[in-house]
């Protein structure tokens, strides 16, 4: 059973749809949630908590319903939210301490775990000051260390490192690396950059206005395409005129030029003897020939750059 | 209920490399292990976090476990709210026991004499209470907790009614101690003393229950502290204003109702009946004429603190986390 799956989970507010009929099945692991700033992640997170009603579907986490089990559910599970949530007048400690035994566990605990975890996230001599003297990088990590204050079986981090500085950055995500692969916790972290979330995870859910894009291990996502780029030092018409009487499909992408392969690979090395042969008869300069990779971006780009029938 | 419950698998989500205790010791000494270990101990349930937040709660209502400057009003207010029954015992240590009889400041009307400090406490720290909680948005912090929402405002309400129970009670117990030890002897003391401690009880938890319910639940409604402590003024203030018109311009029977229109007059009459005060030392000319059986301001209080709790648990079933 997954650790987390929704069916046809629908969060509609008046005029908005934040999730738009998302079926998603989680496996344990650092599991990245990314989308555009409103694409629906925070609603999303919220739901899993059980913070939030869904208008429609359902959600299961740990296998525990949402809208039943929310207080067993949220036993389970550490949330750090986007925005600040901090009392500026308590010092780390005192806080921490309190949200853990919120969270169930007895007042010695509580304080042996809050100290544990205050180091995990770095913060040492600062925690005995007021929270309201501390900076955004050490607030964030606060903000971490009271969602692992319990020991909970998943993580849910909603945009760690926001405003946060590249050092910080940095810093949040070796963190959140270390929690996901050292202490063996599922960490759900959503973020709306591409670059820093593949960096930690190992698998993908990318949503986009509510809707499920994808969700695969990350690997999946940039696999190889069925396009070969190649790259001519001019003549790229000629050599698509060229390549399109022969009967393949091919176009000019800017300094590229873009054939389709047979998804299936059977056609061998046809179009790659296709491009030489044309290459070598009309005498053009060669630079590169090589299949492409989806990259990340690939996603959440609406244009289809190549003509139907082709695209991966 | 707060048993052991412990986890559904028996082995660690954070696998291998740690071990709760996180040593082992050898005989050259022992070795630790700083890596992250798990949390294998009880997992209470929601009235032990309840209790938590009670607690951290009637600490936060008095400043304790913050900055110095959090404790100046709660207790520049308890120490004002004391000085009427110091007051009073040194005279009766200077004239006598004899001066009780004519010391206006006595169990029964603590109440009346000191309203405006207990007022005032409300009105300064209700907001405190709750307001942080949504100005610094650390109610999302509370929700994703293994409590329900009603348990937050529960606890809440919970914390502020044992504060000002604890205000309203302590310079009655410093009247009844100084009382007691100041009667030529303890027996004596206790005999002319005792009878006063239900109705003490009765109507500090009667005043703590009422302004607790008004203060908390006009204070949930807002994160910015300066509104809510205005609103709760003005409504002592207006109520107490419409009350004394009415009472001006109406005549006949409906006249003696207006005493169930003011938070001042409601809680008036309830201590007058628990303390079996005689009509004529009725220190509110509205309750005075009005002369309601008991019975009706005991039902007009349970009526506006429920009337409250309901609101209150409404607004915490739907603010934003």
Known sequence: MPLIETHELTKRYPGVTALDALSVAIEPGIVGLVGANGAGKSTLLKILLGLLEPTGGSAEVLGMDTRHEGTRIRAAVGYMPEHDCLPPDLTATDFVTHMGRMSGLPAAASRERTADVLRHVGLYEERYRQIGTYSTGMKQRVKLAQALAHDPRVLFLDEPTNGLDPAGREEMLELVRRTGTEFGITVIVSSHLLGEIERVCDFLVAIDAGHLLRAAPLASFTELTNVLSVEVEEGSDELVAALVAGGFTAHVDGHLVLVAVDASGSAGAAPYDAVRDAVAEMGLGLIRIEQRRHSLEDLFRDAVELPAGTAA | ?321
């Open chain 2, 1 to 321: 209920m707060s048993g052991p419950t412990g986890r559904d698998e028996a082995t660690t989500p954070g696998g291998g490399a740690t071990t709760p205790g996180g040593g082992a010791a050898g005989p050259g000494g022992a070795i630790y292990d700083i890596g992250y270990r798990g949390y294998e101990g009880p997992r209470l349930r929601r009235p032990q976090a309840v209790r938590t937040l009670v607690a951290h709660t009637v600490r936060g209502a008095y400043g304790i476990g913050r900055g110095g400057r959090s404790k100046v009003v709660p207790f520049g207010l308890l120490v004002l709210l004391l000085i009427p029954a110091i007051v009073s015992l040194g005279l009766s240590g200077l004239v006598g026991p004899a001066g009780q009889r004519f010391d206006p400041i006595r169990y029964e009307s603590y109440y009346s004499v000191t309203q405006t400090i207990l007022f005032l406490f409300i009105a300064a720290q209700a907001p405190e209470l709750v307001g942080p909680d949504q100005r610094n948005r650390v109610l999302p912090l509370y929700f994703s907790r293994p409590i329900l929402r009603s348990d937050y405002a529960f606890a809440k309400l919970l914390a502020l009614f044992v504060a000002l129970l604890l205000f309203t009670l302590a310079p009655q117990a410093l009247l009844f101690t100084g009382r007691v030890l100041q009667a030529s002897d303890i027996s004596t003391g206790l005999s002319a003393n005792l009878p006063d401690v239900l109705p003490i009880l009765a109507s500090a938890i009667a005043i703590s229950a009422l302004f607790a319910a008004l203060g908390l639940t006009i204070s949930a409604f807002t994160p910015r502290r300066a509104y809510a402590t205005a609103v709760i003024i003005g409504v002592f203030i207006a109520s107490n204003a419409i009350g004394g018109i009415l009472y001006a311009v109406l005549r006949g029977e409906a006249r003696r109702w207006v005493a169930l229109l003011s938070i001042d007059t409601i809680l008036t009459g309830l201590t007058s009946f628990l303390f079996s005060t005689p009509t004529a030392d009725i220190p509110s000319p509205i309750v005075k004429r009005a002369d309601l059986p008991g019975l009706v301001y005991i039902v007009a209080t349970l009526v506006v603190v429920l009337a409250m709790v309901g609101l209150l648990f409404r607004r915490y079933h739907t603010v934003e986390a």
